[in-house]
């Protein structure tokens, strides 16, 4: 019930196109879903997150979409670029914990 | 503001050894989390530090142990080192403790056991 379930473990997309990374849950006590970008040899970076009162939320050419009956959230990256090459995690929270359970993590290429 | 520093960054050592890794969090940043990263299991909460005393443990054997200090620094030690414990250790802080907090990570200290 803790595990977070992510898919594709690997992904190529041609520069310009939307790759799309979803994650599925089943803990309802989760209230808090970020996305980690990490580079070779670097520690995950924040790229985005939301809370479950929301369904869609963008910062630059990031999107989240949160379906909370579902349970499932995704990340979609608009007009990827090569710079963009990197591996990807989805994770959840609860209140009171800093305890992140992380998805498997998503290699995505862009190719140019 | 510098970031999460963890030191060292490499460490080789050999079974049944003991070690200890160091971060330093974000100035202000209160809270403290250690997450073991692995190929086969990927990011995995190991404990979880705030104002010196530890909040959350994950499922790890007794030989991962942590701590925090009162500048909130925080050290982690694995004793008896086995194969398997070789991973990239990874330091996470944030301002609070509240589970909705950004977690802003270090680079990770990559442990080698031979």
């Known amino acids: 019930q803790q595990q977070v379930k992510q898919s594709p473990q690997s992904l190529i997309v041609q520069k310009g196109g939307i790759p799309i990374i979803n994650c599925a849950y089943e803990?309802?006590?989760?209230?808090?879903f970020p996305w980690y970008q990490q580079f070779p040899g670097k520690g995950p970076a924040l790229l985005i997150a939301i809370r479950p009162d929301v369904s869609e939320k963008k910062e630059g050419r990031f999107t989240i979409s949160f379906n909370k009956s579902a349970k499932q959230f995704s990340l979609h990256i608009m007009d990827s670029q090569p710079g963009d090459s990197a591996t990807y995690f989805c994770a959840a929270s609860m209140t009171g914990a800093q305890k992140l359970v992380f998805g498997q993590g998503t290699r995505l290429t862009i190719n140019p | 503001k510098a970031g999460v520093t963890q030191t060292p960054r490499y460490l080789i050592k050999t079974r049944g050894q003991q070690v200890t890794l160091s971060c330093s969090p974000i100035s202000g940043h209160r809270s403290v989390s250690w997450y073991q990263q692995t190929p086969g299991q990927g990011l995995q909460f190991l404990f979880e530090?705030?104002?010196?005393?530890?909040?959350n443990k994950g499922n790890f054997p007794g030989r991962f142990s942590g701590r925090q200090f009162s500048n909130s620094r925080s050290e982690m030690n694995v004793s008896t080192l086995e194969l398997g414990d070789s991973a990239l250790y990874l330091c996470?802080?944030?301002?609070?403790?509240?589970?909705?907090?950004?977690?802003?990570f270090g680079p990770g200290t990559r442990l080698l056991v031979l």
């Open positions: 803990n309802t006590a989760f209230d808090y």
């Open positions: 530090y705030f104002s010196e005393t530890q909040r």
């Open positions: 996470a802080s944030s301002l609070t403790a509240g589970g909705r907090e950004t977690q802003y």
